[in-house]
């Protein structure tokens, strides 16, 4: 719902999703960016790659164990999730 409202009425801060008329678009990551520290672009790709990655195993684990997600992440915390 909040990427429909940011759609159709973006605020003056935002990150437009659409270049403007003349705008000329950035240059691609590639497959592996540059491994910048402090909080630069490089980093911030890698941060969101890293946690899609994350997803990824998370939901395999749980596909190949047959239990649910939930599950697979209270066992990855030692039982602090689901406390019975």
């Known amino acids: 719902m909040m990427s429909v409202c940011a759609t159709i009425a973006p605020l003056s801060f ?4 659409f270049l403007e008329e003349g705008e000329a678009d ?3 990551a590639g497959l592996i960016p540059a491994m910048d520290t402090g909080l630069t672009k ?3 790709l890698w941060n969101g790659r890293v946690a899609m990655l994350g997803l990824i195993v998370l939901v395999a684990c749980s596909v190949g164990s047959g239990t649910p997600v939930l599950n697979v992440v ?5 039982g602090l999730l689901l406390k019975q």
């Open 14 to 17: 935002q990150d437009k999703l």
């Open 42 to 44: 490089s980093a911030e």
């Open 26 to 28: 950035e240059p691609a």
């Open 74 to 78: 209270d066992a990855g915390l030692g």
